[in-house]
């Protein structure tokens, strides 16, 4: 006789392990190029939002629009700048790469290499921009 | 003198080496639980058995309350689209030498569908979406003189890819869009709007892509490949769906 058959309408002595709401599903880069599309998409949205609040200050009160923007200023600000340009460029080389699975058939195929491409373009891009940039606002 | 053949003994008669392979099902009984709750198993088994005999063996010498469907045991039927590890996969063409065993190994019901016991969705959902494509042939005119409607070979290769389905439904319940939109056709009606989308004996594709052209249909698509990926039958269900969008904005298929 099983231990626990159909016939025990009991919950089993041991709890639950481990992962309660199911597992995390598995995808793959289709998956996950997606994922962060959509966290830098939104990133970029909001940042643009606030941006163009604290421009159009300039309209109200130029005084004020230089106190925000002076407080931009700083090496922690200079730090979500990297941070900024880095969602911008993924968001621009994957929504190109979206453009052609979108399209054109070879790249519905090919769509995991393309995303390794941005991958790569990615890393070329930061290292290119990421010194540079980090030298101006830490030589302030 | 000698005959080779029978100086050594078949090599069948060596024992075929077994494993313990633990499994962590998720389980949900209705009348008991109030939420899914694991639990787990250990099934001695062969690397060329598959997930679904794992299951059997659980359900005939352990647990008889373990609720699964299965039908053809042969990936024809469509009836056992299950998460393992963490994937869309046909219990029972998922063998176990494919898998991890010195893990356990998760087995769960499809995501996005409602849960009813076990391993168990309630697929209506899926299969109402699927009936509302439309996915049969309609043609006005009767074939010419009695015979059948004649298509050419490159006509006929259009949509081959998506005659394959079993309508398992591993591909819309791996959707991301699904899950968080059950409204959503899913790949797996699109798949079968495109087998008679692309058809050149059937008259109907204008009213099939003008009813996928809806909120809920193709545009919903974030090309995530998570259903190609799961698809049992290798259909490339994304293609299919990329395909119809383009039909689409051309206006015809
Ligand atoms: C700079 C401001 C931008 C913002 C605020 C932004 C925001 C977004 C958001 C929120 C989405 C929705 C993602 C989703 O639903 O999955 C999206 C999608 C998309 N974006 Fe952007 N984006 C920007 C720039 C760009 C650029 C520069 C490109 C390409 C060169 C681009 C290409 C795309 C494409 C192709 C999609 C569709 C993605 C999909 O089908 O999932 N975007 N964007
Ligand atoms: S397209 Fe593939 S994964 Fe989707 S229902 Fe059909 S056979 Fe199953
Ligand atoms: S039992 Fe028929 S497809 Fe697996």
């Known amino acids: ?140 | 003198m000698s005959t080779t053949t029978l100086e050594q003994p078949p090599a069948a008669e060596a024992a075929i080496q077994s494993f313990t392979v633990t499994f962590l099902i998720r389980r949900f009984d209705p009348d008991v639980d109030t939420e899914p709750r694991w639990q787990d198993f250990d099934v001695e088994m062969y690397a060329t058995d598959r997930v679904l005999d794992a299951l059997h063996k659980i359900k005939w010498e352990q647990d008889g309350s373990l609720t699964f469907r299965r039908s053809c045991a042969h990936g024809i039927c469509g009836s056992d689209a299950m998460r393992i590890n963490g994937r869309n996969r046909l219990a029972c063409k998922t063998l176990i030498k494919d898998l991890d065993i010195s893990k356990p190994i998760y087995v769960e019901a499809i995501k996005g569908l409602p849960l009813e016991k076990d391993l168990i969705v309630d697929m209506e959902p899926f299969f109402a979406s699927y009936r509302e494509v439309q996915p049969f042939l309609i043609a006005g005119s009767a074939p010419v003189a009695g015979k059948e409607r004649v298509q050419s070979v490159a006509e006929r290769a259009i949509f081959d890819d998506t005659t394959k389905c079993i309508l398992c439904a591993a591909c819309t319940s791996s959707c991301p869009v699904f899950w968080t939109d059950g409204q959503y056709f899913g790949p797996a009606a699109i798949v079968n709007a495109h087998r008679f989308i692309f058809d050149s004996r059937d008259e109907g594709s204008q009213t099939r892509l003008d009813i996928l052209n809806d909120k809920e249909g193709v545009w919903r698509c974030r090309t995530t490949f998570n259903c190609t990926e799961a698809c049992p039958r290798g259909i490339e269900v994304t293609k299919a769906i990329a395909e119809v969008k383009q039909a689409i904005m051309r206006g015809k298929p």
């Open chain 1, 1 to 140: 006789m099983p231990e626990t058959s159909a016939g025990t309408l009991t919950a089993p002595a041991k709890p639950a392990r481990q992962k309660p709401g199911g597992t995390l599903y598995r995808g793959r880069e289709g998956m996950w190029s997606w994922v962060l599309h959509r966290i830098t998409g939104v990133a970029i949205f909001f940042f643009l939002l606030v941006h163009i609040l604290d421009t159009a200050l300039v309209r109200v009160s130029p005084e004020a629009y230089n106190a925000v923007i002076g407080t931009y200023q700083t090496p922690i600000m200079g730090l979500g700048e990297v941070a900024l340009v880095g969602a911008i460029v993924f968001h621009a080389f994957n929504g190109l790469r979206i453009i052609l699975v979108d399209f054109w058939a070879w790249a519905t195929r090919h769509q995991k290499l393309l995303f390794w491409i941005v991958v790569g373009l990615w890393v070329v891009t930061m290292l290119a921009f990421t010194p540079r940039h980090l030298i101006n606002v830490f030589s302030h």
